[in-house]
């Protein structure tokens, strides 16, 4: 395996008005392809910060971080929004579906935004998405006719559209009932199995970091074990 | 181009306030072209009534001004005096008269001869303004022929056409002879061929018309003429052509804007107060359509963090929003125009019980394409904000909350 993600000496600090609060100390982190990991933490722990930095949605203040032997810390702000748009995919608590939109049309939407259009293949490949993740019956209902796992799982596919090198999940299963959540995880095992994806999610749920392949634990803005 | 369709599905995901918002733009529109409709159809009345059976432009001698002449005895009168006995003429009147004819602005000529006399019958006389003109081109400034309401148009060697109220006053009728005594001091026995009728007063009491060649021994005018009436394809244009015929000609030409000055200036008051009312009808829409946007965004806020969060540009969520107002203006202001249009045509067919219009409103003259880009470059200009604030929207506060 090669190494796809290298965080050096993650450091940040928050300001608000003159107190300052510093939430990750030096995390350093390394993640080798077709990892499927778990990032566990206590409430605090920093650990939705650190997968923010991680996803290029949020600026460290301190260290280097690599992604694919790039570095990406320093990018403006249009290229890291074109690097998260090609090369990381993301899965919220809150699936964020766009509801005047179908089951199809999410799926695509993130190749489809750049490109102008939904193209004949993106509609293939996100109707191809749905079917995998077991949807193929609710293509083309409206997202807002989705159940809760069923809408999770869009985002999951949503989250694959653009074939990311690494898939950031932030409590993926936090708002679904346990069938569901166990739907979701399945879900997520397969594709890292059969796409070797790389996987980081953020849980505080032992449950589920038991059945990721690796558990990395923050305490107090630093990593405790990995 | 996919923020188009994402602008279109975001209106369409709430018909009922989508409606609601394009029938605001919709009525602010169709305000706008009412006013407008009816202000144009108010100065185009007045402008008529008053143009109608007067000459949109008159040419005359320059005024004579006293001058102050040098005197080598301080004690004489030092003011030269101008002759008043001589008229101020027109003599080359056939060189001007070709030149207006070569003028594409110019639809109608009529030298003229005017001046003052008193119409004596009897023990009874009373002061008239002489127009003499060509009986050939009579109704060129005015239809006077089809003012006549005993006798007819035919002026002659000998005749004369007076108004219903002077004839009244002098007890005259067509056909009956009267005494005419021109400024000059000279008399002579007419004719009344018709008695005319225009409805207004200062014309049916103190004009009187003449043939040319029947006023010329009676001002003492062989060959001049005093006056050059112009008629015009646009009485708009008067004052422009106006000056250019001073300009060529070196006489007074005298615009009817400039002869109904207090006319013009209610015109123009009233045309600015048509344009306050057109802007703060404007203002409004792009107002509701501007807080409409805003709170479109804010409310969709979540969504906009997730697009951004997956990497959709700034540029692609302001353009959805941009869309968003363009559509909106550009709907609302079709309506709007297409709405305002029919509410005018059917306000035109309102009569009143003596079978005038109830309101002088012109439809045509609704400012249609003005009113439809404005809106529609408003509109757009109008989401400008609230499209920057979903443009900047940070992804992660979005998603968080």
């Not at chain 1, 509801?99 to 102008?116: C, K, Q, S």
């Not at chain 2, 353009?319 to 306000?347: D, E, N, P, T, Y």
Request: charged letters at 20%.
């Amino acid at each position: 395996m090669s190494t796809l993600l290298e965080a050096r000496g993650i450091g940040m600090t928050f300001r608000n008005g003159d107190e300052l609060t510093e939430v990750l100390k030096g995390v350093d982190l390394t993640l080798e392809h077709g990892e499927l990991a778990a990032l566990l933490g206590a409430s605090g722990s920093g650990k939705s910060t650190l997968l923010s930095i991680v996803g290029l949605l949020l600026k460290p203040t301190a260290g280097t971080l690599s992604i694919a032997g790039q570095r990406v810390e320093g990018l403006p702000d249009l290229e890291r929004a074109q690097f998260r748009n090609r090369r990381l995919g993301f899965i919220f608590q809150f699936h964020h579906l766009l509801p005047d939109f179908t089951a199809t049309e999410n799926v695509a939407f993130p190749a489809a935004a750049p490109a102008g259009a939904i193209s004949p293949a993106m509609r293939r490949r996100a109707r191809d998405l749905l079917a995998r993740v077991g949807l193929a019956d609710r293509m083309d209902f409206p997202a807002t006719r989705l159940s809760g796992g069923q809408k999770q799982r869009v985002a999951i596919a949503r989250a694959l559209m653009n074939k990311p090198e690494l898939i950031l999940a932030d409590e993926p299963t936090g708002s679904l009932d346990r069938v569901a959540a166990g739907q979701v995880l399945d879900l997520m095992r397969e594709v890292n199995r059969e796409d070797k994806a790389t996987f980081l999610i953020c849980t505080h749920d032992e449950q589920v970091a038991a059945r990721c392949t690796r558990r990395v634990t923050l305490k107090d803005g630093s990593v405790e074990s990995a | 181009m996919f923020a188009f369709t994402v602008a279109r599905r975001y209106l369409f995901s709430n018909p009922a306030q989508t409606a609601l918002l394009i029938s605001g733009v919709s009525l602010g529109v169709m305000a706008f072209v009412f006013i407008t409709a009816l202000i144009g159809g108010l100065a185009t009345r007045l402008t008529d009534d008053v143009t109608a059976n007067s000459a949109h432009i008159s040419l005359e001698p320059e005024t004579r001004i006293a001058r102050v002449l040098p005197s080598p005895d301080a004690a004489s009168a030092p003011v030269a005096i101008i002759s008043t006995f001589q008229r101020r003429q027109i003599r080359d009147w056939t060189s001007t008269v070709s030149l207006l004819r070569s003028h594409p602005a110019v639809s109608a000529i009529s030298p003229q001869i005017s001046g003052s006399a008193f119409l004596v019958k009897g023990e009874a006389v009373s002061p008239v303004a002489v127009t003499a003109l060509d009986p050939a081109n009579i109704d060129t400034i005015s239809s006077i022929s089809t003012e006549i309401i005993s006798g007819d148009a035919s002026l002659g060697a000998d005749g004369i056409l007076i108004g219903s109220r002077l004839a009244e006053n002098l007890g005259l009728a067509a056909g009956q002879p009267v005494l005419l005594r021109t400024d000059r001091g000279i008399d002579r026995l007419l004719i009344v061929r018709g008695v005319f009728q225009t409805g207004l007063q200062s014309l049916d009491e103190r004009v009187a018309y003449l043939s040319l060649q029947t006023a010329r021994p009676l001002f003492l005018l062989p060959e001049g003429i005093t006056n050059i009436e112009v008629k015009l394809y646009e009485p708009g244009g008067a004052r422009e052509v106006a000056a250019f015929l001073h300009e060529a000609t070196g006489l007074r030409a005298t615009s009817w804007q400039q002869k109904n000055a207090s006319l013009e200036g209610a015109l123009d008051a009233q045309s600015q107060t048509g344009t306050l009312i057109q802007a703060f009808s404007l203002i409004s829409v792009l107002i509701g359509i501007a807080s409409a946007l805003s709170l479109s965004a804010n409310r969709r806020r979540g969504e906009v963090g997730i697009m951004r969060a997956f990497g959709v540009s700034g540029s692609f969520i302001a353009a959805v929003f941009v869309l968003q107002g363009l559509l909106i203006g550009m709907v609302g202001a079709g309506i709007g125009c297409a709405s305002g249009f029919a509410l005018c045509s059917w306000l035109e067919t309102l009569t009143k019980p003596d079978g005038t219009m109830a309101l002088p409103i012109a439809p045509r003259e609704g400012g249609y394409v003005a009113v439809f880009l404005l809106t529609t470059i408003g509109a757009v200009l109008a989401s400008v904000i609230p499209a920057g604030s979903a443009a900047r929207l940070d992804p992660l506060e979005a998603i968080q909350q």
